[in-house]
């Protein structure tokens, strides 16, 4: 066993037999991205002993990716912005379907998270006057983000990563969960293999915090990395734990469409932010013909308007390139059906004729590079071609708004992996404050569980762990001759097609068929090679989390019978008002997936009255 | 537009390997990742490879592609000609687990020992203040998506094993004069540069700013001005009666 743990070192004897290694922590975090992170540090510092289990090596978690900033209502570039403000844009931009208490929870508190970043070593970019720096961004109405250049995931996840190494935080590289275990309905556990060695670890543990990110890689164009397989929502489904909102899916409207290797890749919307401008190809800046009525009072109908914009927030409104995430990608997926795209089929992205060159280049630093090397395209001398990319799931494991806490006691999610906040559409930049707010909130909440219930010994029956080592072994068992990777991609490709953007009746039923065929090819996978540093048998394990969470996407996309944010049904154009207050819920039924409708939470009359006042 | 490429990937694990030839169908504005992908998908499903991003964001598939640390998504097939076989190495200053994959622990060891960011206390309305001019330097060295290649690279551990103990390595020096240029750290670093990360024994070949994926200027903005600090506190008789007298090198810094 070579370096890849982080916690004292020393091999702990095993009470499940030979090949087992165990371990005992109050607090066990799944995931380490911001959420995993920020979650593993507030845990750390009620009191709790910690472990990090993170799929990848530390600091390379998708959080990485994030490009444009961290939405927070500081006030520091707009000082009549403040949470009120933060929680209507918010609740607007997920189309009045979110948690209201968490929508204001993150809003009240993204600040103070901010702030507290840059006291462990963070570097944001400056206003003159020397405070944090706030950019623009879609649906967000005062200049909010705070950012360090195009990469403020990379500073955010170095800074927590620095912070958790720094608190002596155990980390567990390079190994991934694949069980949770409970005792009369508590966790009492996670069952874990070792990347490297292929060996198996027991944690004990009453306390789990689920951050382990998205479902990316159930579609075929995506933004996301291999690690975004939906382990956490699936852990939590076979936990007895219920899902929310999973026919969310949003689609960032700019990837990369172009070279086929990169395609899905982001490019931030922090380009429309700093005035770039999307066109057709008859160069027409079609955004202005998909101004919802939603949002026509606080749109420029004129390019004149928008244009001046830049200069003078107060006296005008906003361009309709910075129109909500789901507005614009639908508009880009119209544009495209209609002839009227790019050469590699996209739109095209154009900030080249509208600001000099230092501009872009002192902006938006990685884009400049990662057009000039992956694409041979200088973007300060001509327009980029994108196209709409699976970005993430507003959806995932139900929580308790103010704990994070799952139906599952001793089960946290936070994050990505978390429901409810983002409603049926998130606003960008709202996701890493989300991350920093939740995540807090889960591993305080984790560790006091684990306080509150120690010396209650749970147990860890050892047919359990039996049980879940046969499982995960199961891959070289078969010899059915199916590869992972032709079912993986198999199962991309049908999502893509059948469940993606526009969505409708038939094409949904045609996907729970391909989904259960599916389901039954993986049943005959074989795997090559032998336990260690294996990527096949990795890909076959991930592989069953995908399965479940698509299958969750189509089902509910199937029965929500309405567009809205994220779900925009074909045979059901347009928002419906009975579905404005439901919920669908998601829970796991032996090897079925179940749904009900549930009443949106109300929201007090307090805020309630932030709506009517700005209409 | 595809054509068949030649590939030559060293496969093995600690008890040793070899280099195996395939040959992978490849298509036009593809990189070395996506033939490696390819590779996995339909002939060695048991190929190991680390990756996530492939964007060159998160510095995980450092490899050394002919010889030279490369990362295997930033590097282009349209960089070699369709005749050419590419040979890909694991990255040799680390143990090799397996195939591609090597044990880069030494890295994250040598982050344990660089003592943590200590800011003055906030201002009055609870923020911080600090010019753009100022953390800009401090930006340059953030901008590392910890690859390792620097370290890979840095002739000091490559083929010297005996000095990884008491050498940080190019990373880490960038780390040490990160903070050492942060405007509200009140840690003095340079004495423990100079000591435990011996940032004495680099004699500046460059090599880690030549392999460094994000352009960072390792050696002429981070060691250099990192080796003249230390030199200044050491041997600047000024500074040195200085921190006789005040028991501090420079005003507000503690050393640590």
Request: hydrophobic share 35%.
């Amino acid at each position: 066993m070579t370096g890849n743990r982080m916690d004292s070192g020393e091999a702990p004897e095993s009470d499940f037999g030979a090949g087992f290694e165990t371990h005992e922590y109050d607090v066990v975090v799944i995931g380490a991205g911001g959420a995993g992170l920020r979650a593993a540090i507030a845990a750390h510092d009620a009191g709790a002993k910690v472990a990090i289990i993170c799929k990848s090596l530390l600091g390379k978690a998708h959080t990485v990716m994030a490009e444009g900033g961290i939405a927070a209502s500081m006030g520091n570039v707009n000082p009549d912005d403040n949470w009120q403000v933060h929680f209507r844009d918010t609740m607007r931009g997920g189309k009045m379907l979110n948690n209201w208490r968490m929508a204001q929870l993150h809003a009240q508190e993204a600040s103070e998270r901010v702030l507290e970043l840059e006291e462990w070593g963070a570097l944001f970019d400056r206003t003159k006057d020397g405070l944090i720096s706030q950019r623009d961004f879609g649906g967000h109405r005062f200049a909010r983000l705070a950012h360090v250049g195009d990469r403020t995931g990379l500073e955010m996840i170095r800074t927590l990563q620095q912070r958790a190494v720094a608190l002596g935080i155990d980390v567990f590289m390079e190994c991934t969960v694949t069980e949770i275990f409970t005792d009369g309905g508590r966790v009492s556990g996670a069952f874990a293999y070792w990347r490297e060695t292929g060996r198996f670890v027991v944690f004990r543990t009453p306390s789990v915090v689920l951050a382990t990110g998205g479902i990316g890689k159930s579609y075929q164009v995506t933004s996301n990395s291999w690690e975004y397989t939906g382990d956490g929502h699936a852990l939590a489904m076979r936990t007895g734990a219920s899902l929310i909102n999973m026919e969310f899916v949003q689609f960032h409207p700019t990837g990369m469409v172009w070279p086929p290797s990169v395609k899905g890749i982001l490019v931030t919307e922090s380009v429309r932010g700093d005035g770039g401008v999307l066109r057709n190809s008859e160069g027409k800046r079609f955004m202005f013909d998909y101004i919802p009525d939603f949002f026509k009072s606080e749109t420029a109908d004129t390019e004149e308007e928008a244009d001046r914009w830049y200069d003078d927030k107060q006296a005008n409104r906003r361009p309709p390139e910075l129109l909500p995430r789901d507005e614009v990608a639908r508009a880009i997926n119209s544009e495209i059906k209609a002839d009227r795209g790019s050469p590699h089929g996209g739109v095209f992205l154009d900030i080249a004729s509208r600001r000099d060159a230092e501009f872009i280049r002192r902006r938006l630093p990685s884009m400049y590079h990662q057009f000039k090397e992956l694409a041979d395209v200088d973007i300060t001398a001509e327009p980029m071609e994108v196209g709409p990319t699976c970005h993430y799931v507003m959806g995932g494991v139900e929580v308790d708004a103010d704990t994070q806490r799952s139906q599952v006691e001793g089960l946290y999610a936070a994050g990505e992996v978390a429901g409810g906040m983002h409603g049926s559409n998130r606003l960008g930049g709202n996701s890493l404050s989300d991350l920093l707010v939740f995540g807090r909130r889960a591993g305080h909440n984790a560790a006091y569980h684990a306080m509150k219930t120690s010396g209650s010994n749970t147990r860890i029956e050892d047919s359990d762990v039996k049980a879940a080592a046969e499982n995960a072994l199961a891959p070289f068992e078969g010899e059915g001759g199916e590869n992972p990777y032709t079912i993986q991609k198999d199962l991309q490709e049908m999502m893509q097609r059948l469940v993606g953007i526009i969505r409708k009746a038939d094409e949904l039923t045609e996907s729970l068929t391909e989904i259960e065929a599916l389901k039954e090819r993986a049943k005959h996978l074989t795997v090559q090679g032998h336990r260690q540093y294996n990527p096949g048998w990795h890909l076959a394990l991930d592989l069953m989390n995908t399965l479940v969470v698509s299958e969750c996407i189509a089902k509910a996309a199937l029965e929500r019978e309405e567009s809205r944010g994220g779900h925009t049904r074909d045979d059901f154009p347009g928002p419906n008002a009975e579905w404005a207050t439901t919920n669908l819920v998601l829970t796991m039924d032996g090897d079925s997936v179940r749904l009900k409708h549930q009443p949106l939470p109300e929201m007090p009359a307090e805020l309630s009255a932030l709506f009517e006042e700005k209409k | 537009m595809g054509y068949d490429l030649k590939l030559r990937v060293w496969r093995g694990d600690s008890d040793g390997g070899d280099l195996g030839d395939y040959v992978v169908e490849v298509q036009e504005g593809e990189v070395v990742l996506d033939a490696i992908h390819r590779l996995q998908a339909t002939q060695v499903g048991d190929l190991a490879v680390r990756w996530n991003c492939k964007a060159g964001k998160c510095g995980s598939c450092s490899a050394e592609i002919n010889g030279r640390p490369r990362l295997l998504c930033m590097t282009r097939l349209s960089d070699f000609t369709e005749d050419e076989t590419i040979t890909i190495t694991p990255m040799r200053s680390f143990p090799v687990i397996r195939d591609l994959v090597t044990d880069v622990s030494f890295n994250y060891e040598k982050a344990k020992q660089v003592p943590a960011f200590a800011p003055t206390p906030r201002d009055k309305d609870g923020k911080r203040r600090m010019q753009q001019v100022d953390v800009e330097r401090g930006q340059e060295f953030r901008k590392c998506i910890e690859c390792f290649l620097c370290q890979d690279v840095c002739h000091v551990v490559r083929d010297h094993e005996e000095n990884k103990e008491n050498f940080a390595g190019p990373r880490f020096f960038l780390r040490y004069a990160e903070l050492d240029m942060h405007p509200l750290d009140t840690n003095d670093r340079r004495k423990l540069a100079q000591e435990a990360a011996g940032i004495g024994m680099c004699n500046i070949t460059k090599c880690c700013t030549e392999v460094c994926p994000e352009g960072i200027k390792i050696t002429d903005n981070a060691i250099i001005p990192m080796k003249e600090r230390v030199a200044d506190r050491k041997y600047d008789p000024v500074v040195w009666l200085g921190s006789k007298i005040y028991k501090r090198g420079r005003t507000g810094r503690e050393e640590v």
